[in-house]
C-alpha cells in the first residue's frame, strides 16, 4: 500500500470533457505537489500546495489542498490533447522530510 | 539553460556487470536524489544527498550505491545488476528537499538482462 494513492490510475477522455484526479492519504502532508510527466522526459512540477484548503488556480488546471491537509484534487477543464501525460502528486509529510510520490493518473485526451 | 543531465539515456546489460549512470546538475543545488520508476509504483526514492559527501538511503537502497564527491555530480552506482533493476531511472535536484521544486533528468531506461 502506497503512503499516497492517486485515482484513477488511467483515464481516456474526449476533448474539451472535465476530469478531475485525486490524490489521497491517511497522513498529513506539509506541502503538496502536482508534477506533469511525458514520455521519454522527467516529471516537471506544475504546483505547490502549503495550506489546508488552498486553491491554486494554472489556466485550465485547478489544485486543491484538503482541509486536513491530507488530500488533494486537481480539476481540469476543457481538456486538450496537449494535456495527455502521466500526473504525479507527491507529499513531503514534515518540514525537512523527502518527498514520497503517488502512483500516478495517466491522461489521455483523445481530439 | 538550468538542467538535470543524466547519461547513459538508454542501457541494455546482462547480469553482473557493473554499470554506472552518471547526473549532473548546473543549477548548484545542494539537493540531489536518485528515482526509479515501475509501473503503479509511482517514484521510489533509492538514495539521495544533501550536500558534498553527504548521502543516505532513500526507500529502495538494496543493490545501489552513489557517491557525492563534487556538489554538481551524483553518479548512480550498480555493482552487480540484477534483473529486478530493470527500470526508468530518474535524478533530481533541488535547492532542498523540504518542499522545493524538484528538477528531473529526462530519465535513463535500464535494462538487465
Known amino acids: 500500500t502506497q503512503l499516497l494513492e492517486q485515482s484513477p490510475q488511467f483515464l481516456s477522455i474526449q476533448e474539451g470533457e472535465n476530469l478531475t484526479v485525486y490524490c489521497n492519504s491517511s497522513s498529513v502532508f506539509s506541502s503538496l505537489q502536482w508534477y506533469r510527466q511525458e514520455p521519454g522526459e522527467g516529471p516537471v512540477l506544475l504546483v505547490t500546495v502549503v495550506t489546508g484548503g488552498e486553491v491554486k488556480k494554472l489556466k485550465r488546471l485547478t489544485f486543491q489542498f484538503g482541509d486536513a491537509r491530507k488530500d488533494s484534487s486537481l480539476h481540469i477543464t476543457a481538456a486538450q490533447p496537449g494535456d495527455t501525460g502521466l500526473y504525479l502528486c507527491a507529499g513531503e509529510q514534515s518540514a525537512g522530510n523527502m518527498l514520497t510520490f503517488g502512483g500516478g493518473t495517466r491522461l489521455m485526451v483523445k481530439p | 539553460e538550468a538542467q538535470v543531465t543524466q547519461n547513459p539515456r538508454y542501457l541494455i546489460t546482462v547480469t553482473g556487470k557493473k554499470l554506472t549512470v552518471t547526473c549532473s546538475q548546473n543549477?548548484?543545488?545542494?539537493?540531489m536524489s536518485w528515482y526509479r520508476q515501475d509501473p503503479g509504483l509511482g517514484l521510489r526514492q533509492i538514495y539521495y544527498s544533501m550536500n558534498v559527501e553527504v548521502t543516505d538511503k532513500g526507500d529502495v537502497p538494496e543493490g545501489y550505491k552513489v557517491s557525492r564527491k563534487e556538489k554538481r555530480n551524483f553518479p548512480l552506482i550498480l555493482e552487480s545488476p540484477s534483473p529486478n533493476q530493470t527500470s526508468l531511472y530518474f535524478c533530481?535536484?533541488?535547492?532542498?528537499?523540504?518542499?522545493?521544486?524538484?528538477?528531473f533528468g529526462d530519465g535513463t531506461r535500464l535494462s538487465i538482462l
Open positions: 533530481a535536484s533541488s535547492f532542498s528537499p523540504d518542499g522545493q521544486p524538484q528538477h
Open positions: 543549477m548548484n543545488h545542494e539537493y
